[in-house]
């Protein structure tokens, strides 16, 4: 454990979206684990269900990955570390159904933005899979996870977040500030009409029901911070 400053550092340097993809072959390689990974989950609805995973993996594992809820849920509603084989068993589920559910693995939960989260799953070779050792490698990378998603939410917030125009961005800041249709029309030098259809753009990229919930969606997502 004596090299987690070097981790911080390492993390600290990021500045491309390749440097952060190269992060988990080094970590790979530096801790002698099997595979790491990033899983970005986002709650909506109307994203497609398949998250966003980063750090090599083989195709069949990343859609054992797609097709098992179990993880997502656990990642969605706890904070703790947990090995990915206690998660099968507290769930009923068949360990030993494919190889993929043999492997020892690590997932460490993540607090996302907005309507992200997140978690780090790492794959543990079995001379080190001991229980003890997998909860303190647990609470290691649990101090060091956030600092990891907050380098991935900076560096592919335009892939997987919500985009809008400047004109929507105007628009939903306004609508924020309680301005109504024709009040933001006179604000911004364009008709109602256009001002309706901008908010109608910003409720459908947010998957809202109405301007409300998505003034709330482009509060939480950091949207209103940049206009």
């Known amino acids: 454990m004596n090299n987690i400053t070097n981790m911080f550092k390492k993390i600290d340097a990021i500045k491309s979206k390749d440097d952060f993809n190269n992060l988990f072959s080094e970590i790979a390689i530096t ?52 090995s990915y084989q206690t998660l099968l068993i507290n769930n009923t589920k068949d360990c030993y159904d494919s190889s993929f559910h043999k492997q020892a693995s690590l997932l460490i939960p993540i607090n996302g933005f907005g309507n992200e989260f997140a978690c780090l799953f790492l794959a543990i070779p079995e001379l080190i899979a001991q229980p003890e050792t997998l909860e303190k490698l647990g609470w290691y990378w649990l101090m060091l996870s956030p600092l990891i998603y907050d380098k991935c939410h900076k560096l592919f917030k335009a892939d997987h977040g919500i985009t809008m125009t400047k004109r929507e961005l105007e628009c939903i800041k306004w609508a924020a500030e309680g301005k109504t249709s024709w009040e933001i029309s006179q604000l911004l030098s364009i008709s109602q009409r256009t001002v309706d259809f901008h908010l109608a753009n910003c409720i459908t990229k947010t998957d809202s029901i109405s301007r409300q919930q998505a003034i709330v969606k482009c509060v939480l997502n950091g949207l209103l911070l940049t206009t």
């Open 31 to 82: 801790f002698q684990y099997d595979r790491a990974n990033l899983i970005v989950f986002r709650s909506s609805p109307a994203v497609e269900k398949h998250p966003y995973i980063y750090g090599n993996i083989s195709e069949k594992i990343k859609f054992s990955i797609f097709d098992d809820d179990i993880i997502r849920k656990y990642c969605f509603s706890e904070s703790s570390p947990i």
